[in-house]
């Protein structure tokens, strides 16, 4: 059998520092460390401690030419099975085929190393956001500032002195507009959304309103809000919950027919699914639909091909798109919010994605805003709550 390295691979020192009751009896400071050598492969998605013998092998095999295991070392030969197992070493054989399939999909799509790696290491499984915050006590402001100390401060200029004054413009209907923009925490369960207002958000945010044919098979669109190269790759999936006339569950949104796809049931009930989804941020789960925000990898790396600003380009557009929701849904009548605190794995499984081609990257909602504020909201303006 023939063997080489997976191509993307970053091994971290990482030091480890415990308490140690023993050392401080014996005169010490009572601090014991400990080195651990971690390898991150992002077709993995999860960390590998290795040994000294393997670390030497993976520095010493090629990540694009096969070599026969017959010609390695007696060292190389017994590191070898594990680094098989794991996936850091792939093999030609059949036994090995899915990990070398999974491995070449990351080449396939045309990542950036360090941007795949970060992709890979940053989505969460089962992450419950409001726990962290009570365990932390992070959960008000107050506990936030009591903890950390005084923020850095909320204008960075040093004075007055050297300021030029500019005209204040005349305020209008898009300002009353801009002003009404508020994060909404507090939604009207009872309320159903119209089904023509739901339609009416989509079609603004997401539906493609014109389309150039450079060739039969490169085709771009035209929406409401920029994209790098003219690409779109942003794809957004819906959960919908109250809706009127639209069954509850997940859909994924065409942007030319302005039309949805159901997708198949995700086999838990919507409302656990939505709790998790937004890592159990209560206050954001009973929103009337959620627009999953999942970028197109594979496409915007079609002609980005591993480019360091690839995937910022990408997280760029999702805060472009968001921010249309928010005006589409405020003009409208409705609330919305966006949350990148999620748990992309079980939404990714939900949906059918596979992360290293089209991967969840953040959640936005949208629906009725309730009477009364249950949640702290945060509306400086008073537009929305009035003192």
């Given at each position: 059998?023939?063997?080489?390295?997976?191509?993307?691979?970053?091994?971290?020192?990482?030091?480890?520092?415990?308490?140690?009751?023993?050392?401080?009896?014996?005169?010490?400071?009572?601090?014991?460390?400990?080195?651990?050598?971690?390898?991150?492969?992002?077709?993995?998605?999860?960390?590998?401690?290795?040994?000294?013998?393997?670390?030497?092998?993976?520095?010493?095999?090629?990540?694009?030419?096969?070599?026969?295991?017959?010609?390695?070392?007696?060292?190389?030969?017994?590191?070898?099975?594990?680094?098989?197992?794991?996936?850091?070493?792939?093999?030609?054989?059949?036994?090995?085929?899915?990990?070398?399939?999974?491995?070449?999909?990351?080449?396939?799509?045309?990542?950036?190393?360090?941007?795949?790696?970060?992709?890979?290491?940053?989505?969460?499984?089962?992450?419950?956001?409001?726990?962290?915050?009570?365990?932390?006590?992070?959960?008000?402001?107050?506990?936030?500032?009591?903890?950390?100390?005084?923020?850095?401060?909320?204008?960075?200029?040093?004075?007055?002195?050297?300021?030029?004054?500019?005209?204040?413009?005349?305020?209008?209907?898009?300002?009353?507009?801009?002003?009404?923009?508020?994060?909404?925490?507090?939604?009207?369960?009872?309320?159903?959304?119209?089904?023509?207002?739901?339609?009416?958000?989509?079609?603004?945010?997401?539906?493609?309103?014109?389309?150039?044919?450079?060739?039969?098979?490169?085709?771009?669109?035209?929406?409401?809000?920029?994209?790098?190269?003219?690409?779109?790759?942003?794809?957004?999936?819906?959960?919908?919950?109250?809706?009127?006339?639209?069954?509850?569950?997940?859909?994924?949104?065409?942007?030319?027919?302005?039309?949805?796809?159901?997708?198949?049931?995700?086999?838990?009930?919507?409302?656990?699914?939505?709790?998790?989804?937004?890592?159990?941020?209560?206050?954001?789960?009973?929103?009337?639909?959620?627009?999953?925000l999942a970028p197109r990898y594979d496409r915007h790396f079609w002609k980005y091909r591993r480019h360091p600003k690839g995937l910022?380009?990408?997280?760029l557009e999702a805060g472009h798109l968001s921010q249309l929701l928010y005006l589409a849904a405020t003009d409208a009548g409705l609330?919305?919010?966006?949350?990148?605190?999620?748990?992309?794995?079980?939404?990714?499984?939900?949906?059918?994605?596979?992360?290293?081609?089209?991967?969840?990257?953040?959640?936005?909602?949208?629906?009725?805003?309730?009477?009364?504020?249950?949640?702290?909201?945060?509306?400086?303006?008073?537009?929305?709550?009035?003192?």
């Amino acid at each position: 059998m023939r063997v080489r390295r997976c191509r993307v691979l970053y091994i971290e020192p990482r030091e480890e520092v415990e308490f140690d009751l023993a050392d401080v009896l014996r005169g010490g400071d009572g601090l014991a460390s400990r080195m651990r050598w971690l390898a991150l492969a992002p077709h993995l998605g999860r960390e590998v401690e290795l040994d000294a013998r393997e670390r030497e092998l993976l520095g010493r095999l090629s990540a694009e030419r096969w070599v026969d295991r017959a010609t390695l070392d007696e060292d190389a030969r017994k590191a070898l099975p594990r680094l098989l197992r794991e996936g850091l070493v792939l093999g030609s054989g059949k036994r090995h085929a899915a990990m070398r399939e999974r491995e070449e999909a990351l080449r396939e799509v045309h990542w950036d190393p360090l941007a795949a790696t970060m992709h890979a290491f940053t989505r969460w499984e089962d992450a419950d956001a409001v726990r962290s915050m009570e365990d932390t006590g992070t959960v008000t402001i107050e506990e936030v500032r009591e903890l950390f100390g005084a923020p850095p401060p909320e204008v960075p200029v040093p004075g007055d002195d050297a300021l030029l004054e500019l005209p204040r413009a005349a305020r209008g209907a898009f300002d009353a507009l801009l002003s009404r923009r508020v994060t909404c925490r507090n939604f009207d369960a009872g309320r159903p959304l119209p089904r023509a207002l739901f339609a009416q958000v989509l079609e603004r945010v997401f539906a493609a309103h014109g389309k150039m044919e450079v060739a039969g098979d490169t085709v771009f669109l035209k929406k409401n809000c920029p994209s790098g190269g003219g690409l779109h790759p942003v794809e957004a999936y819906l959960l919908v919950q109250n809706v009127e006339g639209l069954a509850p569950g997940l859909y994924h949104y065409h942007p030319v027919r302005h039309a949805l796809r159901p997708l198949p049931p995700p086999g838990l009930p919507l409302a656990g699914v939505a709790l998790e989804a937004v890592a159990r941020q209560h206050w954001f789960a009973n929103a009337h639909a959620m627009a999953i925000l999942a970028p197109r990898y594979d496409r915007h790396f079609w002609k980005y091909r591993r480019h360091p600003k690839g995937l910022r380009v990408v997280t760029l557009e999702a805060g472009h798109l968001s921010q249309l929701l928010y005006l589409a849904a405020t003009d409208a009548g409705l609330a919305a919010y966006i949350t990148a605190a999620i748990n992309e794995q079980p939404l990714e499984r939900a949906l059918g994605l596979d992360p290293l081609r089209e991967g969840v990257l953040a959640v936005c909602g949208f629906g009725w805003r309730a009477a009364t504020m249950e949640t702290m909201e945060l509306d400086p303006a008073a537009a929305v709550w009035q003192p």
